[in-house]
């Protein structure tokens, strides 16, 4: 009596597993791992809640400067920012604190820096909660 062995199996014959649904799978989770480090990425560095912004300046002569400008942020919490100007290297040429103390939910201002040189823009910058 002759037995015969089945017949070999070969890679074309062998069922798919996962096929198009597993790569469909890896791209979207690739994609939203993309995007939220996006998001994430897009807000380093800002204070949640504190917006600052610098509305105008004007260079008044080579040893001033005025600038307007607005701060919001929550109401009872007391917040400094930095209110600069700078040359055309962006080195600062004059530098003042300003503070908003709790009770107020926004700040509209304007200043005149004294600079030590020609400036050529101001701003306001780094509001943080103290």
């Not at 998001?39 to 204070?47: E, L, S, Y």
């Not at 917006?51 to 942020?73: E, G, H, L, M, P």
Request: with cysteine; charged share 20%; hydrophobic share 40%.
């Amino acid at each position: 009596m002759a037995t015969s062995a089945p017949p070999a199996s070969t890679a074309s014959e062998r069922p798919r597993r996962g096929g198009r649904l597993g790569y469909v799978l890896i791209g979207l989770l690739a994609a939203v791992m993309a995007v939220g480090w996006a998001v994430v990425m897009a807000n380093v560095g800002q204070t949640p809640g504190i917006a600052a912004q610098t509305i105008t300046f004007s260079i008044v002569n080579d040893s001033s400067v005025q600038i307007r400008y607005q701060v919001a942020k929550p109401k009872d919490s007391e917040v400094r920012c930095v209110v600069d100007a700078f040359d055309t290297d962006f080195a600062v040429v004059a530098h003042k604190e300003i503070t908003v103390p709790p009770g107020t939910s926004e700040l509209k201002r304007s200043d005149t820096l004294q600079t030590s040189r020609r400036a050529t823009g101001a701003r306001i910058k780094d509001c943080r909660e103290i």
